[in-house]
């Protein structure tokens, strides 16, 4: 669109300029080219699987992370193939362009309908582990949009070894093999270059920590899809089914802790406190879990700790809980207006009225009643495959899948109608 | 959710933390406690109208600007008619709220449903007549969403005479006033102010002339739905029918040339120019149109000026075309994609394939066969109001109405289910 960029542009906007290019053709392209490319690449993750492992395995002989971290960026055959499978698995999914979102025909005999179409270029910034570049290329790929990729220098050897083998069988496919990119070193620089492409990059995707996220929001013009926080909150409300509960939320906390759709906090109904939580904090610790309340849930619970504000507006991503006593629904609304990131919130209860309300008075993203705040997840979804889960309101909300990273246009058919006068 | 603002904020702060809350309550209205709120607020502009005369009086006697530009600002009985009719046609619409756009079931027994919510805190910056903060008002109002407007210093008189009418006649509607704000004073320091506040605001629209949306689009870390520019193309195919491409490009250039729909470049097949082009010009000539060419264009009208690279990059937004002759549709689409700004362009031909080659390849937001260009408005679209015209990718493109102010949540029904290991 007229983007006139000087000769002398730094390396991530030339890298730009032939993704631009490669994706005005792969959103041009048809389902069956796409799937094509997605198979070809699974197929070359297979086939480099040798130098991809060696790759990976500098990476972690010189990372100087925590064990933990470590483990998260280690690739080994399993993973590998995981991630070709995913590959496949986006493959099979429906075509998310060409598709008509609404049609009418107005009262002059235009026809007018809404047509989706790729959003552009992506910018995907992270610094987690080496199958999050992977999968984002493959939802680019099916979505037609062109993507820039900058993983985590303590990963970039691997990211570049995945990369460079989906590229090969990209271009075996006979798709233009730019249109996945990669920032062409590790140099932190490059991350401020990715930041600044306005007008060359139509949306920002960072996975990582909040500090991560937080910097690309701060530093960057180029709109932004992420989720800086999960602060999720289980609410059992008194009309709750104790058995439910009690597993309900043993595998909202516990299950994974270190996810984003993890519950946090739980928000436990005064009439039903002094019944229910005890077990609850039996169940918990069973599984490792430590426990911070509020004077109520202390009363009740004497060794927990005091929960404090701080406390209540942190997102543990551990074996923590806070708990807080309410006094009904309306208390625990506005705790979760007040601490909530708008990530994922559910409550437990028979009572299908306050269940309503509860979902009705929820502004975030998901709301979720009788079940687990950990299926808030693409995948969990149906969707398949996600790029992201986003807490922002503008586009897409909630997981970010193929049929998000779609944009529309309209397309209007006359007979030579002009508009009056 | 968790903002925690500091006691001294600024008064823009503190009047969006009045909104924030008002909006709260607004999300949650039903259909015709909006409905209502809008009718009562036409109401108040016609019982106000002496007042509102007044204020604009004082504004156009004090307005250092060009006469057409005091035309726009200048209100009389019929205007503000139109302003109240405009809202009493809001109130008509459907409800864009808690429509659910889709439902599903999973394998697990899971139901999903994603349904609409209001986007939030919209800020609208605008220079341009004083119906637009009217209009915004009520789009905001009927779609849930908090508003603050900030109305060019020229008419800040009168758009403050109109807010308070819209508030008095909101709050006898029984809904808080304060979702509807209003910048505190004409004071410039309040428009950053505006574009500083994330986390309170959660999109901006700009309304104006390109210097005000880049200003705000480079200034600002909030979102931002706009169009900078209007750079819409009529490409007439070889295929066309020439009575028809007449009629087309002579609307399309001329019905209004100040708006951003208006076709600022004529592109023609040269298998035609020779014959056609002549009787355009002669058309055009005679509603006051100039024109500027390429070489092959001047062949054929000797007088026409040369059409320079930053002619063809122009948005003349006046009675001026640039005429470009085209060796075929690829050298057509080419053009558009170098000068274009991805807002509306037409094709005028008698060949379905071509006119869908054309409709499938132009990156823009709109795209026309065999109409007028100046059909891109949200009420020529059906949308009975618009706030403003995207041509961002992200979120909303082309005409920005009720539907288009929404977001969604996802509201998930279990039966205890847990997410497995």
New interface residues.
Partial sequence: ??HSIASQCNPVEQLLQRVRQAA?QL??SDLKQRNDALKAAAKALRQYEPEILAANAQDIAEAKVSDAFKDRLTLNPSRLEAMAKGLEAIAELPDPLGKIQAK?V?PNG?K?RRVT?P??IIGMIYESRPNVGADAAGICLKSGNGLILRGGSESYRSAQAIHKAMQQGIQTSGLNPDVIAMAPSSDREHVTHILHAVGQI??LIPRGGKSLIEFV??E??I?VLAHAAGLCHTYIHKAA?FD?AR??I???KM?RTGICGATETLLIDQEIASQLLPKIVKDLSALGCRFLGNDQARQIIPDMKIATEKDF?TEWLDAVLSVAVMKDIHQALEHI??????HTEAIITEDESIAMQF???T??????????T??C?GG???FGAEIGIST????A??PVGIDQLV?????????????P?
Avoid at 392 to 395: C, E, N
């Fill in positions: 669109m007229g005005s959103a041009h009418w107005r235009l007018i179409v959003l552009g139509d949306v929001q701060r960057s013009r709109p089914d439910m597993k309900i043993a595998n909202a299950r507006a207006a007040h601490y909530g990131s708008g979902l009705n008075s502004e975030s993203a998901v709301v979720i009643w009788n079940a687990s950990q299926f997840d969990e979804f149906g922002g309101r503008l586009h909300r909630g944009s529309y246009h309209y397309e209007i058919f006359g007979k030579g109608q002009v508009r006068l």
